[in-house]
């Protein structure tokens, strides 16, 4: 249960102002149907962290080496670094109404993670924990918890909430993270 409440926190505070965030917010005010917007995020989000985890799992078992370790707790640090870095949709990434709410919502989402820094996040956490599920479930409900509300309050939410503070908080879990990574490793075997 560890894996899955540290992943969830993790990525719920990671996501806030995040570029799926603002695509969330994006997609609500575009369709106005937020139930289809949300199980597109939904199913986008699994099979991404899914993959993201066991390919971090998968990374982990094979390099079961110190050198591995030490770049995963790298990995961590420059994660805290990048989230201090805001994040704005891309100018190329459009929608086509066509296709519907959730067909599209699904695409955008699956395309626009791909390399984001919660993909990142669970590629680390699944090397880290090597538990594909629990980080994939628990990377997840962080993206729900944070996406969920973007995409029935949008611009509301974003205008209330200071996302200089909360990336800082989150730029402090990833360095705190590499940082206990680094002294794991420091500890005698």
Known sequence: MEVFFASTLLVAIAEIGDKTMLL???LATRFKRPVPVIAGIFTATIANHAIAAWAGSTLASIFMSDAFRFAVAT???L?????LIPDK?????KVASQRGAFA??????????MGDKTQVATIALGAQYQAIWAVAAGTTLGMMITNVPAVYLGEQLVAKISLRTVHMIAAGMFLVLGLWQYWELSKPA
């Open 24 to 26: 969330a917010i994006l």
């Open 89 to 93: 949709v891309d100018d190329d990434i």
């Open 104 to 113: 599209a919502t699904t695409m955008a989402f699956f395309l626009v993670e």
């Open 75 to 77: 990995g961590f640090i």
């Open 79 to 83: 994660m805290a670094a990048w989230t």
